[in-house]
């Protein structure tokens, strides 16, 4: 049986355009609801030794801004064929998940919230292997800012969200203990994997939501020294990658457009 997103019939359809909005629509109010209720607030769950400051989760908006943009630009022929052509289903199930992974995250359910992040890292990372693999053939401006800006955001913030989840369900209570010689290794474990993965597939978008988050936990961590310096030092890297990565790419569009997007995927922070 053929995937319905191959007949032009169907991918031509109002239909899953419609789908498609009604799920960010449920989505987005869905997160609005739980956001307004607390669940982002300072100390409104678990609280670990790479939680962040409040303001960290301020990507989410931007992500739901960005996604927005995305469900409008569906209905033009070339968001028809990267949204409902290329990632099809992939998105319904995308804003499913994701939702459920907000309502998981709200109720301190973290060891399936954990379990969900990783479907949800999954179903981004599939949907962003097919814009990137689309942006080899060229996208338009548009493209750019409607497409691929919004899921290199979503990308790199869900590889976070993996790990804020994976401490909030294993990690210890940074509000009741003190880090420890494993807690401390696997922190900074985290830090570094983060950093060598900063801009590596999320592009300039991406080395700049690690650097923001990183400098949320650099504000949040004080109780424990050794995170704290170095959270600074890593967040510091993440910074200076983003800072190069934004002006490699402005000298390279004034030369050559076309290298954007090879420019900002070339290296990694700690990489070679």
Known sequence: MSDSSSDPHWSNSVIPKIVNIIAYTLFSGWHAYFAYDGMYDAGAGKITYITPA???????????????????????????????????????MLMAFNGLYVYLWAHHEYLLAFLVSIVVYSLVSSIYDVVVN?????????????????FSLYYDWTVILIYLSG???????????????????CVFLTLFVLNGSCGV??????????????????????????VHESVLVFAVLASSWAAFTLIASVAMVLVDPRSLQEDEESTSLLGS
């Open 54 to 92: 409040p303001w960290a989760f301020l990507i989410w908006p931007a992500i739901h801004l960005l996604l927005l943009g995305t469900v409008i630009y569906q209905f033009t022929e070339n968001g028809r064929r990267i949204i409902v052509e290329g990632a099809s289903w992939r998105f319904f």
């Open 134 to 150: 689309l942006q080899q053939e060229g996208l338009v401006a548009a493209d750019e800012i409607f497409i691929y800006t919004p």
């Open 167 to 185: 401490f909030s369900a294993f990690g210890i209570d940074a509000s009741t203990d003190s880090a420890g010689a494993g807690t401390k290794a």
């Open 201 to 226: 597939r999320g592009g300039l978008c991406g080395a700049i939501t690690i650097a923001w988050y990183l400098w949320a936990v650099f504000v949040y961590q004080t109780s424990s020294g050794f």
